[in-house]
Structure formats: structure tokens, C-alpha cells
Antibody
């Protein structure tokens, strides 16, 4: 069974940094593009970033470009999101999500339960 | 970026009735569109991708249609577990973008 579990969320001050992690199991992690999607409290979904299976390509939302870095360690079945220069508007539940068949341009069929990041002084 | 507009924002429906949700893209996204269901405190669940393909395990009462800029999610006969928020997402262009959601509530 496919499982994704995020970790690393918490309370951080504006301008601070945080690293989120996502552990995958039950599938061949190294064959799948992976994604981060976030949801601010009471708001809708916002795609944040994607990384291809071999890390050859990465993609970012304009709202996080230059501040966030997506990476992965296939040997550890792990996905990461390094977040710098955090702002109040980055406060959200962050989900990692796997696409159908591992493709880059497709729906996201497995999601973790999410980890909450709160940016506040 | 491609703006996804969902309507209505809230849909009040009685159990057993049909629900029709709309999603409009600001430019063509071909059939590169997905629908998700989200319940409070839960992660989204994929219902439909490639505009009309049901994801694994999704009941047949959920169907998707459309292409280009106009898309529809239809729930043929609402069950109690279907009351939730529904999002559309285009993945044809970067950045991938989601609609603002339609809340389906009990009438």
C-alpha cells in the first residue's frame, strides 16, 4: 500500500528557515515525479513545487521561487522542501503528493496527511 | 498563469439528487484537468484526471467531462459521504493551478 508521510513542520519566525521531509513507501519512489502542494488555513489548494524522478528538472510557483528548494534522495525514498526567508503568507498545511503513473503532467493520486507550517513572530 | 474559476462557490443539494459542478480555464488546457474531493481535516482525494478518467476506487456516480476551457464534474446521485469541497486543477501549463473550490452542502 502506498504511504506518504510529511514531517518537519512547526512554528517559525518571519525570515526563518525550515526543512520539510516526505517519506514514501509502498511504491518505487525513484520512478515517480513528486510534488508539494500547500493549503493556507481555510483557503484553497496551491501547487508549490515539483521534481522529476531523477532530479533533473524542478519547477516552482512564482510565490516561492528563489526562496524554496525541492530535492529528493531516492536511496532513502525521501522528498524534501527547503524553505528560506519565510513569510506570514507561507503559513499553510504542506502536502507531498504523488502523480498517477509517476508522470509530470497528470493528477495527484496519493497524498500525505500534511504538516503544518506556521510563520509568526 | 492559467486561472481556474469554479462555480458555484456553494451548491446546496439533497441526498439522492444530481450535482453539477463547473470549472472554467482562462485559456485552453486541452484535457489536462483533474478533480479532487476534500473533506474537513483530510488531504484531497483524486476523483478524475485527463478530464474524464475516474481514479482507482472512485464510484461510477462521479463523472467528468469537457475539454479546452470548460469542464464539468457530475455526481449522479449524491450520497451522504459526498458532501465536501471539490477542486479542479489544470496541469497543462506551469504553474499548475487549482480552482477556488465548490462546497457541496446538504440542502
Amino acid at each position: 500500500e502506498v504511504h506518504l508521510v510529511e514531517s518537519g513542520g512547526g512554528l517559525v519566525k518571519p525570515g526563518g528557515s525550515l526543512r520539510l521531509a516526505c517519506a514514501g513507501s509502498g511504491f518505487t519512489f525513484s520512478s515517480y515525479t513528486m510534488n508539494w502542494v500547500r493549503q493556507a488555513p481555510g483557503k484553497g489548494l496551491e501547487w508549490v513545487s515539483s521534481i522529476t524522478s531523477s532530479s533533473s528538472d524542478t519547477f516552482y510557483a512564482d510565490s516561492v521561487k528563489g526562496r524554496f528548494t525541492i530535492s529528493r534522495e531516492n536511496a532513502k525514498n525521501s522528498l524534501y522542501l527547503h524553505m528560506n526567508s519565510l513569510r506570514a503568507e507561507d503559513t499553510a498545511v504542506y502536502y507531498c503528493a504523488r502523480p498517477v503513473g509517476g508522470y509530470l503532467h497528470i493528477g495527484l493520486d496519493y497524498w500525505g496527511p500534511g504538516t503544518l507550517v506556521t510563520v509568526s513572530s | 498563469e492559467v486561472v481556474m474559476t469554479q462555480s458555484p462557490a456553494t451548491l446546496s443539494v439533497s441526498p439522492g439528487e444530481r450535482a453539477t459542478l463547473s470549472c472554467r480555464a482562462s485559456q485552453s488546457v486541452s484535457d489536462n484537468l483533474a478533480w479532487y474531493q476534500q473533506k474537513p481535516g483530510q488531504a484531497p482525494r483524486l476523483l478524475i484526471y485527463v478530464a474524464s478518467t475516474r481514479a482507482t476506487g472512485v464510484p461510477a456516480r462521479f463523472s467528468g467531462s469537457g475539454s479546452g476551457t470548460e469542464f464539468t464534474l457530475t455526481i449522479s446521485s449524491l450520497q451522504s459521504e459526498d458532501f465536501a469541497v471539490y477542486y479542479c486543477q489544470q496541469y497543462n501549463n506551469w504553474p499548475q493551478t487549482f480552482g477556488g473550490g465548490t462546497k457541496v452542502e446538504i440542502k
